[in-house]
């Protein structure tokens, strides 16, 4: 039997005018070749798990999103508006419930031209992810072992419009507790915004 092979990966097909002898080791063969091609093409990197938009509402939040499939988390969004001037917070939650207990440790520092600006506390009921009361923001945000009886941890950025502010930083929460999920919400008020949340595939 004569052979061509795929453009891409080089995999070895039959060409067209050729009778396919032992079909079976023949399917074999090219299914090891895709197989292998997969995984190593696969092996890794980011894999979108959500993307949600909400408008005007007091709270956004996403359940069971934190599995045992990944250790570690990216989540990026961006708040359009908010009804009033408002810090934005986020708070890790388990089967449904929010964890308001003073268990959240954070520091993020940056500028704003001609003036350092810093967000911190060691102790508050959320992480506080804005340094002023912004109309608009966008963040990204790795977070480590939600799922696990570990500490958490989160490290990003912020960009803020007013002032063209720009900080960078994280915090950890003070339990070892295993969360499933998060909510994002506005210090008063309501917001409007999107966000996408990715887990770390392990090699």
Do not use: C
Request: no cysteine; glycine share 10%; proline share 2%.
């Amino acid at each position: 039997m004569s052979t061509s092979t795929t453009t891409n990966y080089g995999w070895t097909i039959p060409n067209d005018d050729e009778l396919v002898k032992n079909g079976a080791a023949a399917i074999r063969t090219l299914g090891q070749a895709i197989d292998t091609t997969a995984a190593a093409s696969f092996g890794g990197g980011l894999a979108h798990l959500a993307t949600t938009s909400f408008s005007a509402v007091s709270a956004e939040s996403l359940d069971n999103i934190f599995t045992s499939t990944y250790d570690s988390y990216r989540l990026v969004f961006r708040i359009e508006s908010k009804s009033t001037s408002a810090s934005v917070l986020l708070r890790f939650r388990a089967s449904g419930t929010d964890n308001s207990n003073s268990e959240y440790a954070f520091g993020f520092i940056g500028r704003t031209p001609g003036t350092t600006t810093q967000i911190e506390s060691n102790g508050t009921t959320a992480f506080i992810l804005s340094s002023v009361n912004d109309q608009s923001q966008s963040t990204s945000l790795d977070i480590t072992s939600p799922f696990l009886s570990a500490r958490t941890h989160i490290h990003g950025t912020i960009i803020q419009r007013a002032g063209n502010t720009g900080l960078a930083g994280g915090g950890q929460m003070l339990v070892t507790t295993s969360y499933d999920g998060f909510t994002l919400f506005p210090s008063t008020g309501n917001f409007t915004g999107y966000l996408s949340i990715y887990g770390y595939k392990k090699a």
